[in-house]
């Protein structure tokens, strides 16, 4: 069955960049939901930005608008995660995500109320200050 597997996390200091890998197995990617999640100590998992289809465009969280870049290359079956402007609160084990495609916009995703059901295994992102 489909599997993700990250690469690309790392320790940057703050304004520094970092671009997170994901390759798919077992699957086309660019036949399902895909999205990226962290998860800092003591809080829960948020989304960080989703693409449920490629006539819905994109979701990013408030936070993120701007200085990250959701993109995928299909003839690589890998999707990306580009953070530029780093700052300390982004540190968090970061996690790519994909699911069957269920209609709706992509916020619908990264908010779990459509979930996405393979998982990678994370990469830990550590932005100094």
């Known amino acids: 069955q489909l599997q993700l597997v990250q690469s690309g996390g790392g320790l940057v200091q703050s304004g520094g960049s970092l671009r997170l890998s994901c390759t798919a197995s077992?699957?086309?990617?660019?036949?399902?939901?895909i999205g990226w999640f962290r998860q800092a100590p003591g809080k829960e998992r948020e989304g960080v930005s989703c693409i449920a289809n490629s006539d819905d465009g994109s979701y990013y969280r408030d936070s993120v608008k701007g200085r990250f870049t959701f993109s995928a290359d299909n003839a690589k079956n890998t999707m990306y995660l580009e953070m530029n402007n780093l700052k300390p609160e982004d540190t968090a084990v970061y996690y790519c995500?994909?699911?069957?495609?269920?209609?709706?916009?992509?916020?619908?995703?990264?908010?779990?109320?459509?979930?996405?059901?393979?998982w990678g295994q994370g990469a830990q992102v550590t932005v100094s200050s």
């Open positions: 077992g699957g086309t990617l660019a036949n399902y939901a």
């Open positions: 995500a994909a699911g069957r495609r269920a209609g709706g916009l992509p916020i619908y995703y990264c908010s779990g109320y459509v979930p996405l059901h393979t």
